[in-house]
């Protein structure tokens, strides 16, 4: 058990495990009606992100790795604006009374939102953050299986309704024995987790009434007073959202622990909701009342905020938190508030929890890699479900190595992570890496900080690849809106231009792929095209070492791609397929081992 161990994260660590193993013996068997979901749905951004989504789906069922007799269904985001997970949710309500009528309204739903391209996690951009490999699980866990696993408990204890979640985040709580999580309420209820003030700045912070909880036990059900959405310190404090709890019974999502007794301060902070049918069917009406929506709307900021007693419609016309203002945006938060006015929101207080996030590439590493706790708390391991050879000259026990071969004498680096990849006898991955989905077979030094990622793509009915590389702490979201001002975008930490300049690429309209002025790594035409997995690898790690060591590679020879493009023109089934090669040589060497026992 880590330093930070203690009875609690004990607690944890048995009710996570106790999970598993109901959702382990469920896997490829028929659930008992009520026991588990009618329908887990996941929504994609568009539709080549909803047919990767299926064949994924597709897979997992034909290998019986997840429960049968549930509706699996990804529902793809409508064509035009974005929508948000707030549009999407009404969007699913629409598409399961299309296929289900009326009969919906008697389903117990998982909505699980996965419709982002993972800007801040490119190398789950490619097949989707919701299978995102986890290093636990023989065979190996994915996000999806872990949410399955971790809500396990809940459709039992759930009237027919709607539980919405993300992607991205991992929650691990324990409860007392005579303790139970309901979704039973009209309206909504949420789960609410003790967090640092600096955590509720990023999350939803729930204002809870004070003489309804405790802050002591697993869990309280509490009245929620409103809901701030991402709010300042001194926003929190002013609406009495921050607490005092003993820091014996301070969990903190930021990855911080204190145990001693000392009073502190905490805020209680979102992760998933429930919402009953009745409530459904109201926004599913207003969602036909308005038609074509043309605005992002969030599922947390928007549809919470307008909960409970003491809200207020101030936050309808507040757009510091939104990534773009559209002009129907307040209009559409006002029709909202108008409608959800005076609906409850139930609050279930989580004490004893813990909240992770891994949306990024920071968080990716630290959790899987460098975070005691949850490493600890949910089992990962060192090598999962791979071919890992003692003979390797060196494997950091920070490292994370997950459906992938490793040939004698390669070197993997601390806190480095490597996915679905093969990893030749020479070849050296430095620190806080992340190699996903590529085939490394010739002698190379891999700097650290560097993330890499191949894809198999196809352009005109012919199979080709291409590998994405930079360092894990450039911003893919960055963004400007002229030629002029890409001096600002930085690769590897070096001014895009002169990165540029090394690889004989010249500036034009034509170096970025974006029709709508955002010009950015995401859609720079920077990536090499091949005909070889091996060699897409070879060719981009050039092009890193080109600019570690400001010396020219020219690229003028190449069909290049943006990240956006290589998305456009992936094909998942060779993806797929190579990531089943990779597995099928590990089941048989399993199978020989232990025949050889």
């Not at 004893?352 to 005691?372: A, C, M, P, R, V």
Request: with cysteine.
């Amino acid at each position: 058990m880590p330093a930070a161990g203690s009875e609690r994260s004990a607690a944890r660590r048995e009710a996570t495990a106790r999970r598993l193993a109901r959702f382990a013996a469920l896997r490829g068997k028929a659930a008992r009606p009520g026991d588990f979901w009618d329908v887990v749905a996941v929504t994609a951004a568009d539709a080549e992100q909803a047919l990767a989504y299926r064949q994924q789906l597709a897979q997992k069922l034909g290998r019986r790795e997840l429960p049968r007799g549930v509706r699996y269904h990804v529902f793809a985001d409508p064509p035009g604006p974005k929508i948000g997970n707030g549009g999407s949710t009404l969007h699913v309500l629409r598409c399961l009374e299309d296929l289900y009528g009326d009969k919906w309204t008697s389903f117990l739903v998982l909505l699980i939102h996965s419709g982002g391209y993972s800007q801040r996690l490119p190398n789950a951009s490619a097949l989707g953050k919701i299978f995102t490999a986890l290093p636990f699980g023989d065979p190996i866990y994915q996000m999806l299986e872990l949410k399955l696993a971790m809500y396990i408990d809940f459709p039992s204890h759930m009237k027919p309704g709607i539980l919405i979640t993300c992607s991205d985040d991992i929650e691990l709580y324990s409860t007392e024995v005579t303790e139970t999580i309901t979704f039973d309420k009209p309206g909504f209820t949420a789960l609410a987790h003790p967090s640092d003030l600096t955590v509720g700045t990023t999350h939803g912070v729930f204002v809870l009434d004070p003489s309804s909880f405790s802050g002591k036990g697993g869990l309280e059900y509490a009245s929620c007073h409103h809901f701030l959405h991402k709010p300042d310190v001194e926003t929190m404090r002013q609406c009495g959202a921050v607490c005092m709890r003993r820091s014996s019974s301070r969990l903190s999502t930021s990855g911080d622990h204190n145990d001693s007794e000392t009073d502190l301060e905490c805020v209680y902070t979102d992760s998933i909701f429930y919402m009953d049918h009745n409530t459904a069917k109201q926004l599913l009406t207003f969602y036909k009342q308005t038609g074509t929506l043309c605005c992002e709307i969030d599922a947390y900021g928007d549809f919470l905020q307008a909960l409970g007693p003491g809200a207020t419609e101030d936050y309808t016309k507040n757009t510091s938190n939104v990534t773009r203002e559209e002009s129907q945006l307040v209009e559409v938060r006002q029709k909202l508030y108008s409608l959800l006015r005076g609906t409850m929101l139930n609050v279930i207080v989580l004490n004893n929890s813990k909240f992770y996030h891994i949306g990024t590439t920071q968080e990716y590493l630290f959790h899987f890699t460098s975070d005691s706790k949850l490493n600890f708390e949910l089992g990962l391991l060192p090598v999962a479900f791979s071919i890992f050879s003692n003979k390797a000259e060196t494997l950091d026990q920070s490292a994370s190595i997950i459906q992938s071969v490793l040939e004698p004498g390669c070197f993997i680096g601390p806190g480095s992570i490597i996915e679905y990849s093969r990893i030749g006898p020479e070849v050296s991955v430095g620190k806080r890496c992340i190699i996903s989905g590529s085939y490394i077979n010739f002698k190379v030094d891999i700097p650290s900080d560097c993330l890499l990622s191949s894809l198999s793509i196809k352009i005109k009915g012919q199979i080709k690849y291409v590998s994405m590389v930079f360092s894990v702490k450039d911003d893919l979201k960055k963004s400007v809106q002229l030629l002029s001002d890409i001096s600002s975008l930085k690769f590897l930490g070096v001014s895009l231009l002169e990165c540029l300049d090394l690889w004989g690429i010249k500036v034009s309209d034509q170096l970025f792929s974006s029709e709508n002025t955002r010009l950015g790594l995401w859609t720079a035409r920077i990536f090499p095209v091949c005909s070889t997995l091996s060699e897409s690898v070879r060719t981009s790690l050039k092009m890193l070492n080109s600019v570690k060591r400001m010396s020219a590679f020219k690229l003028n020879s190449f069909s290049l791609l943006s990240v956006e493009e290589m998305l456009t023109y992936k094909d998942v089934e060779g993806m797929l397929k190579f990531r089943k090669q990779i597995y099928d040589e590990i089941y048989l060497q399993r199978q020989k081992e232990k025949s050889d026992l």
